[in-house]
């Protein structure tokens, strides 16, 4: 069974830092570019981050430049978002997602395959 899974979300205070994975079971991620997006309650699901397949591209959001940083390790089948300087704006359901490309306007639409999301809360 083809599977994202993430995790590593939580509580977190302001100005703190989680590191998000997204895991792949039934498929080689390695084949796929990765994006991140959130969505916080009644807003629209937007594009945080993306990666190209063998991690030599990577794309953020303005809202999250010099924060985050993401990455990939395709013998663990896995990417990661390292959050850092967290802000309560940064609440959401963090989802990870395959694509076959990582261009700089991280389009919900141009995604394929997605995971169920892990919640972040930055709060104090």
């Known amino acids: 069974q083809l599977q994202l899974v993430e995790s590593g979300g939580g509580l977190v205070q302001p100005g703190g830092s989680l590191r998000l994975s997204c895991a792949a079971s039934?498929?080689?991620?390695?084949?796929?570019?990765i994006g991140w997006f959130r969505q916080a309650p009644g807003k629209e699901r937007e594009g945080v981050s993306c990666i190209s397949e063998d991690g030599g591209t990577t794309n953020y959001a303005d809202s999250v430049k010099g924060r985050f940083t993401i990455s990939r390790d395709n013998v663990k089948n896995t990417v990661y978002l390292q959050m850092n300087s967290l802000k309560p704006e940064d609440t959401a359901v963090y989802s990870c997602?395959?694509?076959?490309?990582?261009?700089?306007?991280?389009?919900?639409?141009?995604?394929?395959?997605w995971g169920q999301g892990t919640q972040v809360t930055v709060s104090s």
């Open positions: 039934g498929f080689v991620l390695g084949y796929y570019a």
């Open positions: 997602a395959t694509n076959f490309a990582c261009r700089s306007d991280i389009q919900v639409s141009a995604y394929h395959y």
